[in-house]
């Protein structure tokens, strides 16, 4: 069976570029307000049509989905293969899996999503469309890994 999200050669690398002349880099978010804002951004989304190579704000991949949630709350990314972006993202703790905001990988990295708690996340399914699908029992087994996106503690 074909992976739920055909984006093999699609997907996101963290890329923190350096500001250009007369632009300030943007900031990151910080962990108080990401939640919020992350959460209002994919409500925003859900719903969309799935269409392969897109990124929204229309229709949506599963990487494109990533993408454009994590850079309208200021996390820079660019899109490379999921197995890339799995190795570039900073490990995991056991605690943060489950989190809101976690980047969850399947199928041997051929798909991913943002993890909304222990029991759903959201991405964009060929079938479904932008949507928050619940781990099991179909998705859970399939589960590759989890990444964490770095963001800025406010002290």
């Known amino acids: ?3 739920a999200c055909l ?4 997907l996101l690398a963290l890329s923190f570029s350096p500001a250009t002349a007369g632009q300030q880099e943007p900031v990151k978010p910080s962990t108080e307000t990401f939640g919020n804002d992350l959460r209002l951004k994919i409500e925003q989304f859900l719903g969309r049509p799935y269409a392969r190579g897109t990124r929204g704000p229309k229709r949506f991949d599963c990487s494109g989905f990533v993408w454009r949630v994590m850079r309208e709350n ?8 999921a197995r890339k972006l799995y190795f570039s993202l900073p490990k995991i703790q056991e605690d943060e899996k489950w989190q809101l905001g976690s980047v969850v990988f399947f ?11 222990e029991s759903s ?3 964009a399914s060929s079938t479904a469309g932008t949507t928050l699908s619940e781990f099991a029992p179909y ?9 964490r996106l770095p963001i800025k503690k406010e002290t």
């Open 139 to 147: 998705w859970r087994e399939r589960i590759s890994g989890f990444r």
């Open 107 to 117: 199928n041997n990295m051929k798909h991913c999503g943002i993890v909304n708690d």
């Open 7 to 10: 984006c093999l050669s699609l």
């Open 1 to 3: 069976m074909k992976s």
């Open 74 to 81: 200021g996390i820079r990314m660019k899109r490379t293969s």
């Open 121 to 123: 996340f959201y991405h």
